[in-house]
């Protein structure tokens, strides 16, 4: 453990959005980073995935309003692939019944 502590600057532990972000500033800042995560996939509240089946959720990524436009320029977000969609329908709920779920447009008439 003593060699692999003295080979990183700082070790961080998940590779949710929040890590990804403070390792990134820690490498621009010429620091050896390592990120350590527990699951298959990094991203944490910012992934999309099927929780149910047939519906894909984002986790948290409706609350990108918290997430500090200067990240997004300082670490050039935008030209590595950063793509915000805005959504019509802010909430779905799915339900057991196959098929069946309750909608929410932005719109109040379409959601009637």
């Not at 500033?25 to 992934?47: P, T």
């Not at 709920?93 to 959601?111: N, Q």
Request: charge should be positive; proline fraction near 3%; aromatic fraction near 8%.
């Amino acid at each position: 453990m003593k060699q692999l502590i003295n080979k990183f600057d700082a070790i961080i532990i998940g590779a949710g959005h929040n890590g990804l972000v403070a390792a990134n500033y820690l490498a621009k800042a010429n620091k050896r980073v390592l990120i350590l995560e527990q699951r298959h996939v990094v991203g944490g509240a910012a992934l999309t995935e099927e929780l149910t089946p047939g519906f894909k959720f984002s986790r948290c990524s409706y609350v990108l309003s918290l997430f500090r436009k200067g990240i997004i320029k300082d670490l050039g977000l935008i030209s590595k692939g950063l793509k915000i969609h805005y959504r019509d329908i802010p909430s779905l709920t799915p339900t057991k019944e196959v098929g069946k779920y309750l909608l929410f447009h932005s719109d109040e008439k379409k959601t009637i």
